[in-house]
């Protein structure tokens, strides 16, 4: 690891609490592990967990580090033991990658297992390859996978102008879905609609019950993607269409909600959701391969961008949570190392 600082900046709490407890600090740089490599990184996304994170509310997997942050973008700048199968590889090194990590992007180097990285093409800007990882994997795997969204499906996504709902937005479009989504003020359905949303609810002035009926025509749409929770579940499931799917990725506003069974029953709805960050290396790998596979040629093309609310330097992470909790963002907010 020649010519890698002992050293480096890095968002590390001490203790839970307001945005203010994001002050940088120096930590040694992270040595990469079985199947690592360590990122030289320019840029890292900021998410709701992240934010949860802080205040103490949702701890780090086991081994995961404390320092925050769960997408990273940068250049491999080493490689552990058995990366690329037999350590030869040194092609890897220089290489621009994004990834999914457990923790640790909010620093000047995170490790990151290997078969969670994704190369960076020209079309995308390290800023934009920092904004890609954690809404993908997470819209991928439920809107797609629990969800079975395909072709012709109308969806129903809650919080339209959110990363998870702009990222939802772009891949509805690549793979012929007609997506409503919601949002809470006017200008954010008008952002949403701009963004290649069909149809944009505003939650707070309309009943995106009576709406989702009116839309299709009494229908219903095939899968809802929910990260509200608590008494939005029952109003969701009456949004759902015969043999509907709901899938939750957060409870923003309740663990708990209580729903008609037999509705399920009679209608033949699904109810299913899932967490991604404690999920291991495997799942999370296979889940890059397939995203390699079936997504990223159209990155490549530049068929497929993050939208970027904002950038924000390391030293500026307290701003960047406080403007995400202020709710006011559309896209995504990143974090620039340079």
Known sequence: MSNIPEMMRAIDPEAPGGPEVLVVVERPVPRPGLGEVLIRVAAAGVNRPEVMQRKGQYPPPPGAPSILGMEVSGTIVALGPDVGGGGGHFELLGQPVCALISGGAYADYAVAPY???????????????????????????????????????????????????????????????????????????????????????????????????????????????????????????????????????????????????????????????????????????????????????????????????????LAEAAQAHERMEAGDHVGKIVLVME
């Open 115 to 313: 078969g969670q990285c994704l190369h960076v093409p020209r079309a995308l800007s390290m800023v934009e390859a920092a904004a890609m990882p954690e809404t993908l994997f997470t819209v991928w795997t439920n809107l797609f996978e629990r969800g079975y969204a395909s072709e012709g499906d109308t969806v129903l996504v809650h919080g339209g102008t959110s990363g998870i709902g702009t990222m939802a937005i772009g891949l509805a479009n690549l793979f012929g879905l007609t997506i409503i989504v919601t949002a809470g003020s006017d200008e954010k359905c008008t952002a949403a609609k701009a963004l290649g949303a069909d149809h944009a609810i505003n939650y707070k002035s309309q009943d995106f019950v009576a709406e989702v009926k009116a839309i299709t025509g009494g229908k219903g749409v095939a899968v809802v993607l929910d990260m509200v929770g608590g008494d939005y579940l029952p109003r969701n499931m009456q949004c759902l269409a015969d043999d509907g799917r709901h899938v939750s990725i957060a409870v923003q506003g309740g663990l708990q909600a209580t729903i008609p069974i037999f509705e399920i029953m009679r209608r033949r709805l699904t109810l299913t959701g899932s967490t991604l960050r404690p999920r291991d290396t495997a799942f999370k790998s296979l889940v890059a391969e397939e995203l390699a596979r079936n997504v990223w040629p159209h990155v490549e093309a530049g068929r497929l961008k993050p939208v970027i609310d904002r950038t924000y330097p």
